[in-house]
Structure formats: structure tokens, C-alpha cells
């Protein structure tokens, strides 16, 4: 499935069913864990980071590189926010 622009949706590579990984990390439960990642950093900052910068941290076990870097330039501002304002949901 892809997004705006071609830009790959989410679910290409994400799944939301806890410990069902697909090429990148499960996002179940990634609100709590991205409030964790970083030290300094909150949920929400971690999030945007790893939307708009996706190798600025690897969670462990994957590589850099794979994760699609182009949605800083394929979503709005908006799209963006309602994205991190989703994942935040996923506790």
C-alpha cells in the first residue's frame, strides 16, 4: 500500500499486532516505548525523529538504511502530525 506521493504506508513494513515483525519493529505498544529511547527525549520527539530522520536511531536487532527516508518531503506538516499524534496512541 502506499501513501501520498508513492511514499510507502506504514503497514508495508510496520505491523500493529504485538511481536509481529514484519521488516521494521512492531509499532504495538511504541508510545511507551519511545518515551524510553531516547533519555532527554519525549514520546512525541522520538516519534517525528523517526518519521522525518528514520536512521537518527536503529532499534536494535535491525539495520540502518531500510526504513523509506522521504516522508519529510511526501507528507504535510499536518499528515505528520496526525501520524505522530496516532502512534502516540499505541500504548
Known amino acids: 500500500m502506499l501513501g501520498p506521493n508513492l511514499a510507502p504506508g506504514c503497514v508495508t513494513c510496520h505491523s500493529l499486532e504485538p511481536g509481529m515483525n514484519l521488516v521494521g519493529p512492531s509499532l504495538a505498544g ?20 523517526s518519521i522525518l530522520d528514520p536512521d537518527a536511531y536503529i532499534v536494535e536487532d535491525y539495520i540502518a538504511g531500510v526504513m523509506y527516508a522521504k516522508y519529510a518531503e511526501d507528507l504535510t506538516e499536518g499528515e505528520i ?4 499524534t496516532f502512534l502516540l496512541t499505541l500504548k
Open 30 to 49: 511504541v508510545a511507551g516505548l519511545a518515551a524510553s529511547r531516547q533519555p532527554g527525549m519525549s514520546a512525541e520527539q522520538y516519534l517525528r525523529q
Open 81 to 84: 502530525n496526525d501520524l505522530v
